[in-house]
């Protein structure tokens, strides 16, 4: 089964710095795909960004970029330029891209980082 | 945007009682979920439905879970008898595939049981 581990559970960073929350994961499967998603106080979940794992380019979405090592199995989130509307809640997430496999389609996440952003 | 509509925000029910967790995905999406996520915990998997029927649960989803497609548009969770323990947010998702899309999820239901 796949895990994923995020290590931090509580992250800071000061409005307009940068910071990189950390996720890695286990799995045997060679194809797949990894998820940021954002919770803020409203607890709504929402996608922040997405990698397929078959792609060596990071995925890229204006101030939200990752840094995916796959050998390492480490998919890391950095957020630049830090505005005070980031802090949430960010979950790292794993899905199977294998077809019929047990967990295609299943999004198993880890245990989440909150991200404080100071003025 | 395309939004996965969840009813009700806020459901308060006493232990033992059934309660009905009320999902509207996006239209033309075919993939359809429930997560749950303890307060302070992480978000778990419960079923994912597909072509009108359960394609994976989960151990949490047991003989007091079922879900529902009545009438191709709602996507309902019920819990047969809630236990103090089932108190949550409970997330419904909605894919258009099943491959590396992410989901649409839900506003949530918060579920509490006294």
């Known amino acids: 089964a796949q895990t994923v581990t995020q290590s931090q559970p509580e992250m800071s960073v000061q409005e307009a710095e940068t910071v990189t929350l950390s996720c890695t994961y286990d799995t045997s499967e060679s194809d797949y795909y990894l998820f940021w998603y954002k919770q803020p106080p409203s607890r709504q979940m929402i996608l922040v960004i997405r990698?397929?794992?078959?792609?060596?380019q990071n995925a890229t979405e204006n101030r939200f970029s990752v840094n995916f090592q796959k050998a390492a199995k480490s998919f890391s989130l950095k957020i630049s330029d830090s505005q005070l509307g980031d802090a949430a809640m960010y979950f790292c997430?794993?899905?199977?891209?294998?077809?019929?496999?047990?967990?295609?389609?299943?999004?198993?996440f880890g245990q989440g980082t909150i991200l404080t952003v100071h003025p | 945007e395309p939004e996965v509509t969840q009813t009700p925000s806020h459901q308060v029910t006493q232990m033992g009682q059934e309660v009905i967790l009320r999902c509207v995905p996006i239209?033309?999406?075919?993939?359809f979920y429930w997560y749950r996520q303890i307060l302070g915990q992480k978000v778990e998997f419960l079923v994912s439905f597909y072509n009108n029927e359960i394609s994976e649960k989960s151990e949490i989803f047991d003989d007091q879970f079922s879900v529902e497609r009545p009438d191709g548009s709602n996507f309902t969770l019920k819990i047969r008898s809630t236990k103090l323990e089932d108190s949550a947010m409970y997330f419904c998702a909605s894919s258009v595939l099943s491959g590396g899309y992410g989901y649409t999820f839900g506003s949530g239901t918060r579920l509490t049981v006294v």
């Open positions: 239209s033309n999406h075919l993939y």
């Open positions: 997430a794993y899905r199977s891209a294998k077809a019929g496999g047990t967990s295609y389609g299943k999004l198993t």
């Open positions: 990698q397929e794992a078959y792609k060596q």
